[in-house]
């Protein structure tokens, strides 16, 4: 971690301390969960086609979810930390900033185990994002009598992408094992193997590919939520040493020549940006004569990041000419590499969780995938064409930066290629699956908001902050470097 992060953590109290580590430890967990609640869905086609034997498979996948997290980015996970406005963390005393990130970690962790024994392939994305609306939403109702505690705009962005996911899979899925039984001819491949049965070496490494694809996408997309879970943690806790990037010590002298240039290009552009250059004088000011930002004092350091934020936030919602875009764009990233940044240790150590929770308990889920949604066996074919599409829809919205569900894209594919091959669905099973898809969402909420509800009776209700002190800050997909 480094020996300034432990003399921050040194600096919290013992009971801080504690809480601390655990609110770590649960975060680790429910990435761990994920690994085998989640990734099991990569697995079932491999297995259960008879390309590989469960335990290279799993191993396999394993592997390909760690390198998945490692080089996957981090934009994603700032979706998610922006899902819950960090200043609410701040904006609290510390007390109640443990319970809000210990509910939601909480939250998240039960609701994904309870659904895990009952072999239910839930979305780890829905439950996660329930758990952050439902301490939001909740701190809002007993700090403010609002519902301003939540990022709606993003929250929107996030739940049509999860919500139209599943249909995509389905659809997809179902339309390409369409058209591979037009185009090729073997009937080996749209039938169940039977005893003894391997499958054509072509198609073996046709299924290889996208369970490798479907691991990788999944480490990548569902890791970076594991990154966001863990930043929670991390400014909920440490918040003056998590407020500006101070590994990087050149970044507070190219933000601000960056201000400066950025100010210079609209004093001569026809729009009306006074505001604009109100903000850039500020953060001009926070850092003249700081050659980094470990020179600023930690008490200093969120007010510089919110004069940050603030000039993002206006930058964005002022209408500016694509000539002044075009001016200002090679300057924007330095913005971004400041405030929005994940510690290499927290990528490590979460692709080590994903990774090694990939090989434990993934049965429960892959019996249903593979036994219980279709009335036949996986074929060949519907395995490929399932995990082709999961493959695919995961990798572009790493692309789009948006999270989805390996869970449902991979089990509505499934579901898709038995209904067009007509095999049949099991009625009971789907209808089950779909009642927890419906349910994960408003149950991780209710209980998220539970949980810091009876929390927070242990701790006093702070003073609601003043409007102007509330800077919600969003994820602008073209400042990410």
């Not at 979810?65 to 981090?74: A, D, E, I, Q, S």
């Not at 609306?133 to 996030?158: F, M, P, Q, Y």
């Not at 100010?263 to 000011?285: K, Q």
């Amino acid at each position: 971690m480094g020996t300034s992060l432990w003399d921050a953590v040194s600096q919290l109290s013992l009971q801080d301390q504690v809480f601390f580590a655990f609110a770590l430890l649960v975060a680790f967990g429910f990435e761990f969960i994920n690994g085998f609640h989640d990734t099991a869905n990569a697995v079932t086609t491999v297995i259960y086609t008879k390309t590989l034997k469960p335990n290279p498979a799993v191993l396999y996948s394993a592997v390909c979810n760690f390198l998945g997290v490692l080089l996957g980015g981090t934009a994603v996970a700032f979706s998610i930390v922006n899902l819950l406005p960090v200043d609410m963390l701040i904006e609290n005393n510390s007390a109640r900033a443990v319970v809000m990130v210990l509910s939601l970690l909480l939250s998240g962790v039960i609701w994904n185990l309870a659904t895990w024994w009952y072999g239910l392939p839930v979305s780890s994305s829905h439950t996660l994002i329930g758990s952050i609306l439902g301490v939001g939403l909740a701190n809002s109702l007993i700090t403010r009598h609002d519902v301003s505690g939540v990022n709606w705009s993003k929250a929107g962005e996030v739940g049509l992408s999860l919500m139209i996911s599943p249909l995509i899979g389905f659809g997809a899925a179902a339309g390409l094992l369409l058209v591979m039984k037009r185009l090729i001819r073997e009937p080996n491949l749209y039938h169940p193997p039977g005893e003894g049965d391997n499958p054509p070496h072509w198609i073996r490494g046709v299924l290889l590919a996208t369970c490798g694809g479907v691991s990788f996408a999944h480490g990548s997309n569902d890791g970076q939520k594991g990154m966001g879970l863990i930043l929670l943690a991390l400014i909920g806790f440490l918040p003056t040493y998590f407020a500006l990037n101070v590994q990087h010590p050149e970044l507070a002298s190219d933000v601000r020549n960056s201000a400066i240039a950025i100010n210079g290009i609209l004093e001569n552009a026809p729009e009306e940006t006074t505001s604009l250059r109100a903000d850039l004088a500020a953060v001009v000011a926070d850092l003249e004569g700081k050659d980094s930002f470990a020179e600023i004092s930690p008490a200093d350091r969120w007010g510089v990041r919110q004069s940050i934020y603030r000039f993002r936030k206006q930058l964005r919602e002022t209408p500016l000419s694509p000539a002044t875009e075009q001016a200002i764009a090679p300057h924007r990233h330095h913005f971004a590499q400041a405030i929005e940044y994940v510690p290499y240790w927290v990528v490590f150590a979460v692709a080590l969780a994903l990774g090694v929770g990939t090989t434990i308990g993934y049965k429960r889920i892959v019996v249903t995938v593979a036994e219980k949604i279709g009335k036949s066996h996986l074929t060949y074919a519907q395995g490929a064409a399932a995990e082709v599409v999961a493959a695919f829809t995961i990798g572009l919205a790493d692309v789009a930066h948006m999270p989805v569900s390996t869970t449902q894209v991979l089990s509505s594919g499934v579901a898709g290629t038995m209904w067009a091959n007509r095999s049949g669905l099991q009625g009971e099973t789907v209808r089950k699956i779909g009642l927890a898809w419906l349910m994960t969402m408003p149950a991780s909420i209710v209980l998220a908001a539970g949980l810091f509800t009876l929390g927070g009776k242990l701790v006093p209700t702070p003073v609601p902050p003043q409007p102007a002190a509330a800077v919600v800050s969003t994820l602008d997909p073209s400042d990410v470097p």
